[in-house]
């Protein structure tokens, strides 16, 4: 069985799309329609920056949906089709649009007012994220039980099973630093975002975005999707709830991949913009044969 997932925010880069338009015909015509869903250039954006326009929020996740979206496009061009999708975060987006259920236009209109709630919900900066390498989880969920007594933080993406990352009050991971350090953390590393995505503090932008959500048609699925928030298989009965929770519950990526290889997965091509998905996938489950989306078409 093969899988397509999709990567989340933060693999973005200035000049990303430029390649899809020397390679793929139908990649102009997409950019051209995401220019009109959104109201402005995103294809400018994408190819020329400038940079700290690109890494806004708002920004950033409806670049790395449309070029996943065109990468996707390609594939099943060449007559590549997924058993099972899924996406990390932002990325479930795309996989809801491989498998099917959600258009790339209602996709590109969902996903940029998911930006500006996320962008827009911590005014005060108070809330941050930070990478923790090299604990277990259940250490990590320990550390962050105890400073959540004075400052809330919690594990939100559990992305490896030497990967977590924690999101809460910026006071709560400048505590849980030195602690995780003391655990035996190789490294803690603060996540450049603008608040604490994935946690309780998303709850208010979670509401708005619920509005957004049950105004939307989903269709049902074509193959299998994963969750994030269940890290199991869902559809259109239940998926407007899943998203509504996704954004401030945790990213269940490890039990993701081992549910997948579970469903009887071999092959996991992972379909945007760099390879950290490949990475994990590796560290989670090693005997399943990982590829990037462009080795399909190496001449």
């Known amino acids: 069985m ?27 015509e997409m950019y051209a329609k995401a220019d009109e869903v959104l109201g402005f250039s995103l294809s400018r954006l994408s190819f020329e920056g400038p940079e700290e326009e690109l890494t806004r929020t708002e920004n ?29 975060s932002l990325g479930e987006f795309s996989a809801l649009v491989a498998a099917g259920m959600l258009s790339f236009e209602d996709a590109l209109k969902l996903v940029r007012r998911r930006g500006e709630l996320m962008a827009s919900a911590d005014p ?29 933080v919690e594990p939100v993406n559990y992305n490896a099973p030497d990967q977590v990352v924690i999101s809460g009050l910026k006071e709560g991971i400048a505590k849980a630093e030195p602690l995780l350090k003391e655990k035996g953390a190789k490294r803690v590393i603060v996540l450049n975002v603008s608040g604490a995505f994935h946690s309780k503090l998303m709850a208010d932008p979670a509401e708005e975005f619920k509005k957004v959500l049950e105004a939307t048609p989903f269709s049902s699925p ?56 490949a990475g994990l996938v590796k560290k989670i489950s090693p005997n399943l044969a990982v590829k990037s989306w462009e080795q399909f078409f190496v001449s």
Not at 6 to 23: A, C, N, R, Y
Not at 134 to 146: F, H, M, P, T, Y
Request: proline residues 2%; aromatic residues 8%; hydrophobic residues 45%.
């Open 124 to 152: 005060e900066k108070r809330g941050g994220m930070a990478a923790v390498l090299g604990l277990s989880a259940d250490i990590v969920e320990a550390v962050c039980a105890e400073v959540s007594k004075e400052f809330y």
């Open 222 to 277: 074509s193959c299998r999707i994963i969750s994030n928030v269940t890290a199991r298989e869902e559809d259109e009965k239940n998926i407007r709830e899943m998203l509504y929770r996704q954004i401030q519950s945790p990213v269940r990526w490890v039990e993701s991949v081992k549910y997948m290889e579970s469903l009887g997965v071999t092959e996991v091509v992972e379909v945007g913009l760099g390879s950290v998905l």
């Open 2 to 28: 093969l899988a397509f997932v999709f990567p989340g925010q933060g693999s973005q880069k200035v000049g990303m799309g430029k390649d899809l338009i020397e390679k793929f015909g139908f990649a102009r």
């Open 60 to 88: 950033a996740q409806v670049a790395i949906l449309t070029y996943s979206v065109i990468a996707y496009q390609a594939l099943i061009q060449k007559g590549v089709r997924p058993d099972v999708v899924a996406g990390h």
